[in-house]
């Protein structure tokens, strides 16, 4: 009896030294942040168009340019540069009223006039989607910082428009300028009437509605041109910085990105057949719609060409 009263005492004291390990408590499951909600599209853009002097004999492009946004869908209306101001209080009033994305497009004494408003805008801290101004005149002011997208197609030597037209200081839009005084087949009352560059505006306008406002950071790089006599205007909106990889020339990055040769060299002020480094900051022309600066990059750089033995 004795023996068992000790075998009792001595498993019951080695249960108590030892108790039962225990499951480790679980971790309070969190929960992963619900996904951003798709980003809304902007409303259609409104599109006030401005002739020059005497609009209904050398601005008929601009009639032009309006009917084919019209039949494309948009709100646009032209009018006399002779009522900027009155058109400019009217566009700021329907702002106000109904925020909607703002185009000005105007030549001669017109792009001077879409300059004029964009000013009226930026004291109401109206943003301006979108400026284009088509061999404005001389006295055309400097982009205000407003203005998200500015687009300056010229002709420096003229002597009816000519306006070179450059951004405030500070400026962080997009910012491109194309002077084409080197094709000869283009004046100052034949300018606005291509219906290449009303394709691209009808194109740039179209694409509008989908782009965000962070698109119109830091990363814009002012783009300006002595376009080729014997080419075609491509709008592009601005630059993107872009990195040098082992093998790269300007030809490859050129074809990479299908941006023409010329662009390139001009845009980094260097030769076309320029040496490059590894690393170097290349500046690279891009639509509105600005492409995966990655996946443009993503294209294997040729090999370096084997010795001969």
């Known amino acids: 009896m004795l023996a068992a009263v000790a075998l009792l005492a001595l498993g019951t004291g080695t249960a108590d030294a030892s108790p039962a390990k225990q499951k480790p408590a679980a971790s309070p499951s969190v929960a992963p942040p619900p ?112 203005v998200e997208r500015f687009i300056n197609i010229f002709l420096s030597d003229s002597v009816l428009g000519g306006g070179n037209v450059v951004a405030m200081p500070g400026y962080r839009g997009h910012y491109a300028s194309y002077d084409l005084k080197e094709n000869n087949r283009v004046s100052h009352i034949n300018i ?67 941006v023409p040769l010329w662009s390139l060299a001009q845009s980094n002020s260097l030769p076309e057949n320029a040496t490059l480094t590894p690393g170097q900051s290349i500046i690279v022309p891009r639509h509105l719609t600005p492409p995966d600066a990655a996946a443009a990059m993503a294209v294997p750089a040729p090999p370096p060409a084997a010795r001969r033995k």
């Open 192 to 258: 606005e009437k291509s219906d290449d560059i009303h394709r691209q505006i009808v194109d740039m306008v179209t694409q509008l509605p989908r782009i965000q406002a962070t698109q119109t950071e830091a990363d814009a790089v002012p783009l300006r041109y002595l376009v080729p006599g014997d080419t075609l205007v491509e709008l592009w909106d601005s630059g993107v910085r872009m990195p040098v990889r082992r093998g790269d020339t300007l030809e490859s990055i050129a074809a990479a990105n299908r």
């Open 35 to 146: 996904p951003a909600p798709p980003a809304e599209p902007l409303p259609p853009p409104k599109i006030y168009l401005f002739r020059g002097a005497m609009g209904p004999i050398f601005s008929t492009g601009m009639d032009r340019l309006e009917e084919k946004l019209t039949t494309a869908g948009f709100s646009a209306n032209v009018y006399e540069f002779t009522i900027c101001r009155l058109i400019g209080n009217r566009a700021i009033a329907s702002y106000k009223e109904s925020p909607a994305p703002i185009v000005l497009i105007g030549h001669s004494m017109g792009g001077l006039c879409s300059v004029i408003i964009s000013e009226m805008a930026a004291k109401e801290n109206i943003p301006i989607s979108l400026v284009i101004t088509i061999d404005p005149a001389h006295a055309t002011d400097d982009v205000p910082l407003n």
